[in-house]
């Protein structure tokens, strides 16, 4: 009878470290996603994925262990690891994880693709684990007393009260986490996306200057009449202070680069991806050679020697 009374209070601990990993990743990356997907982002589970399968799994044997051991300090330490590791992931995924995987995915894009490590990391991880870490401990902390409860509770509906508690507690450190950061990524997507509609909207016709103005329809002028044809957007670039991003266009295999300070949107240029693996081989080739004091010119093939100019 107590063996299975364990058994009851462990399966209730998994369960519980599910639903906090599960709707902390859906909170923190996977509005993210379904706003991406409407706003005609290349690679719109770039970030939830890899997060659904660190988080839930971390979380799960965190629920599990605190429910089996019963031990307040270990729950404490438990918990208080996977606020660092789900602060980590949040601060770490969009800059270093997500531009990894798409020079994976998409390696014509390598050449533009450029993320700087950010200047102030610390605040970031200040408020990360205050916010995140807070909602985590709570979270842990208030397992066990829920558990116990949801076991003497008779009704169907006490039942389920630890886990909307659960609930509410997690999806709330996930907000706190795409506020942190995963906005701060997805803001200049949205925008080059609605400015491409309006511009495919407005495109050849006669709008008012000041409301041309206010939605800023001169910026695609260079784009001309790519701005008619299905688009995708992949952020390709982001300075240490995240002021200063690029998004690429990509026009059915015709590219353009907008240029983003702070969420505002200031130009858009045509550019060529000249670029494929064979060419990657060749600016390896390049980069040796240029130890030796030559260079390669990929599109004519000519291999250019330095002139010796003698001093008298």
Known sequence: ?????????????????????????????GMDAIILIRSNVSLPFLKFLPALLICVPTALLAGYLTAKFENGLLSLVLWAGLAVLFTYLVINIPIKLAPWLTTKLIPEF???ISFEELTNIGHYWFVGILAIGFTCVLCGILENLLIDQRLASSSSVGA?????ICIVIMTGAGFSGDLLMTNHFREPLVTIDELLQNGATYYDQEVDKLEARKMQLSILRPLDDLVLKPHTLTLVSADNYLGLMKVLVDFDG????????????TFCE???LRFNRMEQFALDQQKKSLQKNQRIDLFNNDIIRPTIIPIY
């Open 254 to 265: 015709k590219y353009a680069l907008c240029h983003i300070v702070y969420s505002q949107p």
């Open 270 to 272: 045509i550019t060529h």
């Open 160 to 164: 389920l009260i630890p886990f909307i």
């Open 1 to 29: 009878m107590v063996s299975s009374f364990s058994r009851k209070r462990t399966n209730l601990g998994v369960v519980y470290g599910l639903i906090a990993g599960l709707f902390f990743t859906l909170a923190a990356w």
């Open 110 to 112: 390598i050449p533009v």
